[in-house]
């Protein structure tokens, strides 16, 4: 039988956002980003850090933090290609005086030009942490193809944290191999193209090539043109989707076929694929693949030469998709059915939903708890849906031929210098969704929810939330991290009291593999490793253990999912 999964996504990952760890003698250090030089702001980005080097060229420290200062504007004059790893942060804003995060924006030059895209990535790790990235140029107009970040550098560490992403055609864009990328707290908002309604991609976007793992985590997608995860069709080793909303846009969200090891959770779907989809786009694989209709959740078979060079089988895979919300608002379904050429997308195609029910071949797909349910948005975010209607139904009877669409502060509001704190709201009204993250916490990005993600950011490291006692207040089981893990996780559980312990792992049937912990411990809070050793020493397959913990007067039993 198919059982339910939860991965905790810890915050330890969180704090590494700040300072990806950097294997160099130089010890990190801080410097600030003038925004200016010599009273000229086009370019002083570029030149001051590109230009922070020795006599000989050498980087000054390779380990330096570049930080930018809030409520400045820093003005690209190229694109900075980085060989060295990047460290670019701004400091937290000040709830009682909101300030601007500082704004990386495409100068304009002599020639009328501005940069395509931002900042590319040859080599090193990666950390952009509060910053605001502008596609729109100082004199309020778009280019064409323009991109913010552009990965480079095979089997590198990126970290994006509570970012704004705003008009790019493609915020995130990677075209490297095997790199890992994550990408938390952030929101990409008015993505387009202005040549193409396929343009206005956030999240992640991937070329042809490989990738390790990519987690999205807390992160807003709204009034966007097209994908929010692309890892195109190569494998993902490891993927995290969990607790985004997702608020309108006109294609498929996700094209991910070939993913392993992911897991779709606490989402909010709202108004996705607002195109619908003709025949021939259906035929021609313009949304999905093999004449196959558009779906929120859509894989294949993994191809036989990409299954081979991994070393993976179908029996492998896991992919599970839970405990998220998905609906479409009645303006998006009129319009689809009173047009004889659309079709409208659905929830899980009918080769997707094949493979769900083949669990002899595909024993490791999981879909559960999934909500078709209307989130209840407020009047404002409801009247921007009527505007996206307004702008597709042109798109599609060819009388709209600018392909730019914005959500900003209000009439006579200027797109640049961009408003702060963002004009909308992604808070909701249905009340059964305020509780049923298989965490029990808000489906969507919880940062519309501060006082959630307190709790989640709590849940994610075993904190007691009830106070900062030194012993514990009760007994308890932490979630083991990292989970997913190879080879080595660590489990946390706390003792209010002197008690004999059983701690061990069991295999999906039910059988004891390895004895962590069987003795008499005083109270307090206890961490114990395990390898993913069988008590012979042999190493355990990849799948789905259980461990439980056992005492005199209490028990527990918690999930963990070993990988290859």
Known sequence: MKSKYLVLFMSVVLIAFML???????????LDVPFMIDNNPLGAINKFILGDTTVTGERNNINRVYRLGRGNIYMFDSRMDVYFPLNLIAEDDDPANPTSPPVLARGILADGSAPGVLVRVYKGDATFKNLYFMSIRPDQSPAGWT???QLQADSAKTFVDHCVFDGWTSSINKNCIRPSVTVTNCVFRNGIQPTSWFGGNGGFYS???????????NNTFFNCGSYFF????EICNYVRIDHNTIFTNHVNIFYAPYVSNAFYSNNIFYGVTAMGQRQVEIDGGWFDWDGELSAIFSIDTIAADVATREGITEADRIVHVENNAYFWPQQMVDFWANADTLTAPQWINARTQAMLDDDANYPGLLVANNLNVDPGFNAAMMSQVDSVMKYVIKLRDGTQTDYRHYFYAGPGVPLFPPTWPLPEDLTYSNTDLMTAGSDGLPLGDLNWYPDKKAQWEALQVGVELEGNESLPVDFSLSQNFPNPFNPVTSIKFGLKKAEQVKLAVYNMLGQKVRTLVDKKQQAGYHTVSWNGLNDAGTKLS???YYYRLETDSFSATKKMLLLK
């Not at 950097?22 to 990190?28: D, G, R």
């Not at 070329?207 to 985590?217: E, K, Q, R």
């Not at 692309?230 to 069709?233: I, S, T």
């Open 20 to 30: 990806p760890f950097q294997s160099f003698a130089q010890a990190p250090d801080t």
């Open 230 to 233: 692309v890892p195109n069709r």
């Open 147 to 149: 991109t913010a970040i």
């Open 542 to 544: 990849s799948g789905i």
């Open 207 to 217: 070329n042809t090539t490989p990738t390790d793992s990519v987690i999205l985590v």
